[in-house]
């Protein structure tokens, strides 16, 4: 008995130790799950994705590296967490956005704006649903859940837990995400921008050569037709470009601040 309550009292200490680890892991983990691709969907039932965050930090749990003492404080560490996972969230929703920004300018530039895919808090046109599901289902099958597991084990390193990131690193790596989200918006939307412009000035054309012609009625039937046979065609390579950007972030996620 002697030898007994020693080491039970060592084993309730090493059991408080490991329930707050986890506990800072998923609370990093969680909060970037709500906001990742294909896992944070609304699509997918809240038991699910508790199930995929606790997955997701017995994968990260033993590679978080040092955990700050809860002796000294407890608060903190937790809304750190907290913050720190949701950046890593945001920072890779910004790509679904990219495809919705890209589709927004295409649905705009062929008159399909007014297609929508369905009903939500964000209707979305009908091209922004198809973009956004296909890079979805093309980021799963090339391993999605290893380059996010791979994501929060890199975490530990750049933004160690229970410690404050700089301001100014953080600020200057969220606008360099947002300002590649947008570029890749406008890059993958530049066929249907060009092709638009193209479009406007050859039906300015016909409409002086024949005044009396309503350019307007037999065009925008035109432009609708040209404009799903375009992405018809444009689609593929579009998702490939994202694809390929996606997976560099992913292999340097943060290297806009350093």
Partial sequence: MTDLMPL?????????????????????????????????????????????SLAFTAIVAPAAGPLPDPAAGVLLPLAIEVVVG??????????????????????QATSLSQLFGGVGPEPQPAIANLLVMAGLALAVSSGLHVHVAQLLIL???????????????????????????????????APFTIASLLYNIALGVINRALPALMVSFVGAP????????????????????????FQSFLAQPFSGAE
């Fill in 8 to 52: 039970l009292t060592q084993l309730s200490g090493l059991g408080a130790d490991m329930l707050w680890a986890a506990l800072l892991v998923f609370l990093r983990v969680g909060a970037a799950m709500a906001l990742l691709p294909a896992f944070g969907e609304q699509s997918v039932p809240q038991r699910l994705r508790l199930v995929l």
């Fill in 86 to 107: 949701l950046a890593l969230g945001i920072s890779v929703r910004l790509f679904v956005m990219a495809l919705q920004i890209a589709a927004a300018i295409a649905a």
């Fill in 222 to 245: 035109a432009l609708a037709l040209g404009g799903i046979a375009l992405m018809a065609i444009v689609a593929p390579l579009l998702l490939v470009v994202w694809q390929q950007s």
């Fill in 155 to 189: 975490s530990y390193q750049m933004l160690p837990a229970g410690v404050v990131p700089g301001a100014s690193d953080m600020a200057q790596w969220g606008l360099g995400q947002i300002a590649r989200a947008f570029a890749l918006g406008l890059a993958l939307a």
